[in-house]
């Protein structure tokens, strides 16, 4: 009889490398972008422009020049691809207006769409915090449905819950709902330790999340899967540590957490008593590097641990535990990467494990015309469909409208946004300059050059920085009703210029519509030094620009870091001040 709680799930498309060793029956009880977009989402950035598509097929990545999987066997095939993700935090598509982008579901599913094109089984596991972390509720629990459908057609056996997962306004029942609750298929959630809190009581996880309906096997949360990954039963635990525990009851209190030991006891007795023997065992451990070390030391039958990744960029080779029979693996954040480890027979039985860190980059998007694209990747028309609900329930109109600082500075003048337009009567030179730029046209990106998904106009994290005062009061709500607060204007910049326009000599007013200037004399070099400074290395720039007078180095870095609420460092990787400003530079 299979041990209660584990459940079997037939898995149908099922520089740094190193072999790492499990042992064979003997030890199975211990082993087992785009061009011409000039602004995007501000933090998330969520989808946006797909890059040029590429001529030929999709390229696979390489790690400096070096192929993948390089220092793998040439010889043979591995028995298991197993493909490693997490904290991709809603990151749907990269969003951005310069060079290179990474990550997104339609590059993922293309990098996986090669592996098996070489005849290797694979799957796919996720650690979680596939909730973004921030987002309207609606719109963010779209994204993780939308998520959650790509990593099944993608392959993937299981996922966890991280901290943004627990996040979700009404508890962790309503993200549930999104896709745990409509139909028992994988990928499954896992979250073994988790438990239910009623009147101070504690429910067993299985009470407090059961199976929906009468065609359910699975509680909502399980504990662990089985898969058959081409001929290799592999068994997935997940976990969370302490911290994400700790995190997620503040979150949601109708939920506790039973000690990790007793669960790990449990799952593993129940993964080696299952009939199918599992021989690659890996542990979706949601918790910090120092966490998983511990745990991975105790619980020796996982050679494969998947925790959090403190930094964004994960580093190239796991983490060694148990003289190198457990890997224990980071990914970094918003699906930039993915890990995957092969495993190999090993001569006398048992496998070998090799490791590669994967960079979802663009050579992986899909090629051809938008028509051909979308027929060869599930992943585009996923997209498409998303980007149409979020148009069709308006989610533009559930945009809170928070108070601009200078709304909170004068909160008498009831200031509000006028349009670029209202300020050419006085301002006609730097009016004509911004009118040449393509800040003057930047919600023509989302409407004419926008792929993969297009109708990025609908999308308030998209809208954010291609309009004026969106998100604030008396911003831009749509073309209809706000029209002359399309494109990146004045305003985005000056802020609201109501009160201004209305009093142009008023001292107060003036001083508000130079928000970077903190103290009196603060202004930006002359747009030539500007140019000199652009033509320096890092460290001679920073060298320069110490010479500088205080005034102007407050100035540079009070403009670079409104500039970069935009052009942020996921969106707009190259942005640089210094190279930026003297195309927009404009006389006072």
Known sequence: MKPRG????????????????????????????????????????????AADPPAGNPKEPTVGGIPLFANWP????????????????????????????????????NFMKSLREKGWPVAGVDLGDIYPQKALEDQGLLRYRTMMNALREMGYIAVGLGKTDYGVSG???????????????????????????????????????????????????????????????????????????????????????ADPAVT???????????????????????????????????????????CQSDDPEPPQSPTLENDG????????????????????????GGLDLKYQLVSIGEELITVGTEEEARKANPALPRLEAYAEVVRDRKFLAKMPQLPHPAQIQEPKLNLSYVG????????????????????????????????RPSLRNFDPECVVCHTVGFGHKAGYEDDKKTPELRHVGCESCHGPGSGHAANPSAPNLLALQSPWRRQ????????????????????????AEQQLPAGEQRAINAVSGMCMKCHDMDNDPHFELHKYWPKIAHPK
Request: net charge positive.
């Open 420 to 451: 670029s337009a209202r300020c050419a009567g006085c301002h006609a030179a730097p009016f004509a300059k911004w009118n040449g730029t393509t800040h003057s046209h930047a919600m023509e990106a989302l409407e004419k050059v926008a792929k």
């Open 264 to 306: 790990l006891k449990a799952a593993t007795a129940a993964l080696a008593a299952d009939p199918k023997k599992p021989q690659l065992n890996v542990l979706l451990f949601q918790g910090t590097l120092d966490e998983a070390k511990a745990v991975a030391k105790a619980w020796p039958q996982f050679a494969i641990v998947l």
């Open 74 to 109: 040439k010889d043979t095939q591995p028995e298991v691809a197993l493909v490693l993700s997490g904290q991709s935090f809603g990151l749907l598509q990269p969003c951005g207006c310069s060079r290179p982008q990474f990550g997104g579901i339609e590059r993922r599913t």
């Open 520 to 543: 009196p004399g603060d202004k930006l070099p002359a747009t030539a030094t500007m140019k000199k400074l652009a033509e320096m290395n890092p460290l001679a720039r920073r060298e």
């Open 325 to 348: 029979r457990t890997m224990i693996i980071q990914v970094g954040h918003k699906g930039r990467y993915v890990g995957v480890v092969g495993a190999f027979k090993r001569a006398g």
């Open 171 to 257: 508890g962790i029942d309503r993200l549930l709902g999104e896709y745990a609750l409509q139909k028992e298929q994988p990928p499954f959630i896992l979250v073994g330790n988790i438990r239910g809190l009623f009147q101070g009581q504690e429910q067993p996880r299985a009470t407090r999340f059961p199976p929906p309906g009468v065609e359910f096997q699975r509680p909502m949360i399980g504990e662990a899967e089985i898969a058959m990954v081409g001929n290799v039963p592999v068994g997935v635990v997940g976990i969370a540590g302490q911290s994400v525990a700790d995190a997620a009851k503040m979150l949601d209190p109708s939920i506790t957490f």
């Open 6 to 49: 584990l459940r079997t799930v037939n898995q149908a498309h099922s520089p740094n490398s190193r072999s790492y060793p499990i042992r064979g029956a003997s030890y199975l009880a211990l082993g087992v972008l785009v061009i011409g977009i000039i602004a995007v989402t501000s933090g998330a950035g969520v989808v946006g422009v």
